[in-house]
């Protein structure tokens, strides 16, 4: 996944502030958005997740 400079600096500081790793908190992000109430919503996050990132699921 690519980031912009700016996008990487915001990612740290939030992971900074829960006293993770960025990449530990980009798993907790990807998980919640697809472990969501029920499986549509869980197809709809997984859709969403591959516009956003196209290369990650390549």
Do not use: G
């Not at 939030?14 to 869980?42: G, H, M, P, V, W």
């Not at 997984?46 to 956003?52: Q, S, V, Y």
């Amino acid at each position: 996944m690519l980031l912009t400079e700016e996008e990487f600096e915001l990612l740290r500081t939030e992971a900074e502030k829960r006293e993770l790793s960025a990449s530990e908190l980009l798993r907790t992000c990807f998980r919640n958005e697809i472990f969501r109430s029920d499986s549509y919503q869980r197809l709809e996050a997984l859709r969403e997740l591959t516009r956003i990132y196209p290369e990650a699921s390549a």
